[in-house]
Every structure is written in structure tokens, then in C-alpha cells.
């Protein structure tokens, strides 16, 4: 018990120095960076990878409240297994990348919830639709070839009719659901 105690306290004190010394934005690593979406039609999970994401961090572990997120997915560049699926997802009654190409996830504070694990609060916007979300996430420090490094991991669940995801046929929630899990596993840098 006491060991599990002192692990917890001296956490958050190897993560402030590791992030003091180096106070700077930090960038995705879109190379060693995976983020998922999983959903179902008619029973069947299926999954797919948002790619070529823009993402910046700014988070201090010893003042988390100020932190600043600012993330930009390109929908175009979604990975799925099926050619035809892609369509689907591109078209105007899902995502309608001609008009909204991007999907944005801003956050101006954090919150530290236990040693390694924080919610940052802010907004995501799907389409034309912004609502207020709540984004739990673990974080852990690393050293990569000599430099620090963050990796940051989550998983959460959002309903894609709240973004306009799904219109007409598509927002039929017997044949796809209404949640979709992100997960993400994102490393940064300086």
C-alpha cells in the first residue's frame, strides 16, 4: 500500500520535470501516431483511422488548468477497408467533405484527475455541428532518442447524429448505431 502511495506521488514530480525543463508547444507525431473509430452496421463492428492529423499540445502536469489542445483531422484522408464504405463516409449525408473538410477538437483547460490520468474540456466540431466535450486521457513521459517525448492514450465515446453524421437513411441507428469510440494513441514532441 505504501509503496503504491509513494509511485503515485513521485508520478506527477517525474512528469513536471521532464515537461519544466522543456516548457514548449508540443506536436503530433503522425509517424508513431494511431487514432480509431469503431462502429457497427447491422451487428458487424468495423473500424477505421483517421491519418495525416495536425495536432499541437500545450500542458504543464504541474499547472494542468491551462492547458491548450488544438487538433485538426483531415476527413479526406480517413483509412477504411472498403473502397465503397469510403464513399459512403465522404458523401454528403455522413461527413460531406466537400463542404466541411475537416473535423477540429479545441480544449483551453485540463483538469489532473490521479497521478498519470487528466480530462481536458473543450469542443469538437463534425460539419457544421460544435458541441462541448469532456476528454479523459492517460499520459505518460518518455525519453526518444535523447529527447522527451509524451504519450498520450483514450478512449471515448461520442454519437455521430449530435455532428450531423448520418442524415436521411444513414440516420437510421438500427442499421449503424449512434456511438462511435475513438481511441487514440497519439505520441509528441518538440
Not at 473543450?122 to 505518460?140: A, K, N, V, Y
Not at 526518444?144 to 450531423?164: A, C, K, M, W
Amino acid at each position: 500500500m505504501k509503496t503504491t502511495f509513494k509511485r503515485a506521488a513521485i508520478t506527477p514530480l517525474l512528469l513536471a520535470g521532464a515537461f519544466s525543463a522543456q516548457a514548449a508547444t508540443w506536436e503530433i507525431d503522425p509517424n508513431e501516431s494511431v487514432v480509431t473509430f469503431e462502429y457497427s452496421y447491422e451487428g458487424t463492428p468495423y473500424q477505421g483511422q483517421f491519418t495525416n492529423i495536425d495536432a499541437t499540445f500545450d500542458i504543464d502536469p504541474m499547472n494542468p488548468g491551462s492547458c491548450e489542445f488544438t487538433v485538426e483531422i483531415p476527413i479526406a484522408d480517413i483509412k477504411v477497408d472498403s473502397a465503397e464504405v469510403l464513399d459512403y463516409l465522404l458523401d454528403l449525408e455522413m461527413f460531406d467533405v466537400d463542404q466541411w473538410p475537416t473535423a477540429n477538437f479545441t480544449a483551453e483547460s485540463c483538469s489532473l484527475e490521479s497521478a498519470t490520468s487528466f480530462v481536458a474540456d473543450g469542443t469538437l466540431t463534425i460539419r457544421d455541428q460544435t458541441h462541448p466535450i469532456s476528454f479523459p486521457f492517460d499520459l505518460e513521459i518518455e525519453v526518444y532518442d535523447g529527447q522527451p517525448r509524451f504519450h498520450l492514450t483514450s478512449e471515448v465515446t461520442i454519437q455521430r447524429l449530435d455532428f450531423g453524421v448520418g442524415q436521411g437513411y444513414w440516420a437510421n441507428t438500427a442499421t449503424i448505431p449512434n456511438d462511435v469510440v475513438i481511441s487514440i494513441d497519439v505520441y509528441a514532441g518538440q
